[in-house]
Nanobody, 129 residues
Framework: QVQLTESGGGSVQAGGSLKLSCVGS???????????MAWFRQTPGKERAGVAS????????NYADSVKGRFTISKDNARNTLYLQMNSLKPEDTAVYYC???????????????????WGQGTQVTVSS
């Protein structure tokens, strides 16, 4: 069973930066390089929303309009690690951030929750004004 562990969350003032990491383990059926991955976020009372996705090779990325130009998703297949560099943070970016992974053809190209079967436990990001 694939396991994903996020880290790097915390509290920051508006305009600041954070870098989230997500380490993957137990990729038994295929190596990490065959999995598309994504970051999602969720605030209380709202559904989980896609933030950014990346193809298995890392060559294709996709971003939600709300984070374009501010966030960058990247993937280090040698380290089984997914990253999300978040710059120019805004209070509305406050949420629990989750990484997700799946070997399906759509994973890594989609910001839709049901395309991903493997999820981390989440890391809290709080941006104060």
């Amino acid at each position: 069973q694939v396991q994903l562990t996020e880290s790097g969350g915390g509290s920051v003032q508006a305009g600041g930066s954070l870098k989230l990491s997500c380490v993957g383990s137990r990729y038994n059926r295929a190596n990490y390089g065959n999995y598309g991955m994504a970051w999602f976020r969720q605030t209380p009372g709202k559904e989980r929303a896609g933030v950014a996705s990346i193809s298995p090779s890392g060559s294709t990325t996709n971003y939600a309009d709300s984070v374009k130009g501010r966030f960058t998703i990247s993937k280090d297949n040698a380290r089984n690690t997914l990253y999300l560099q978040m710059n120019s943070l805004k209070p509305e970016d406050t949420a629990v951030y989750y990484c997700a992974s799946d070997p399906s053809a759509m994973a890594g190209r989609s910001l839709i929750e049901y395309e991903y079967n493997y999820w981390g436990q989440g890391t809290q990001v709080t941006v104060s004004s």
